[in-house]
């Protein structure tokens, strides 16, 4: 049964100056026609999922569906509100539509989250086969990606200490996220997908836009967890060009987590 979830409110933080994006400095965000830095997008997805993990605890980290959106930037230091919307579908064991607006009430980005009865059948492309390998990192170009070619596997080992680096970021007080045999945060989760892309390739400045998460097996620090990464789609739209990347996530022979990963790896001029 879903549950009513209490609105939350937090200053967002940009924790990632010293990103080898510079989308998170001042001087190349204003560039573009921004205000300032921007916080990353995996930050405000955390933000939105706070208040469901505290409403529903483990559960919403073992299984369900998050299809999230980034629609305009936040910015350091600015107040966030999350509120949260019970769309009570039949279908589904529980459905909401999370929404993060700034202090002017400008919708920021917008989760929705829901457990279906019965989850989609894994992609096939789960199964890609890549072997384990050192990338050759080159600079992101329309040329330079190559569609429906699996990048080479790599272990992602989540410890303890990264985990909680990125929760004292969060300043979620949760327990769930505690301890040696803690679940990884949903940040962390999402942080890793933009690690994938950018292994694959330098990117100097781009912009997360959006990600569409099956959550199949709750995933925890200190597992082996091989991340296979594909490119899917790119495509332009106003000056800007994008790039989709389906991600999937095995741990012990399972697959615990697909991604439809998606950004702005080339910024249209302010």
Known sequence: MSAHIPDFQILALNDAEQSENRIHSDDIAQRYGFHGALVSGVNVFGYLTQPLVRSYGESWLQQGILDVIFLKP???DELITVTTDNLGQESSQRSHLTHATNEEGTLLARLESWLPNHLPPIQQQANMESGLAAIDRQEISWEAIHLNEPAPYYLWQPSEVDNGERVTAQRDQSAIYAGNEAYIH?????????????????LPAWIHTGSKLILRKGLRVGQDIEVRTLPIEKWERKGHQFIKLYIAMWEAGDVALEVEHTAIFKLAEA
Do not use: V
């Open 186 to 202: 949903p940040y962390y989760l999402l942080d890793a997908c933009n690690k994938a892309l950018m292994r694959m390739f330098y």
């Open 74 to 76: 936040a910015y350091h």
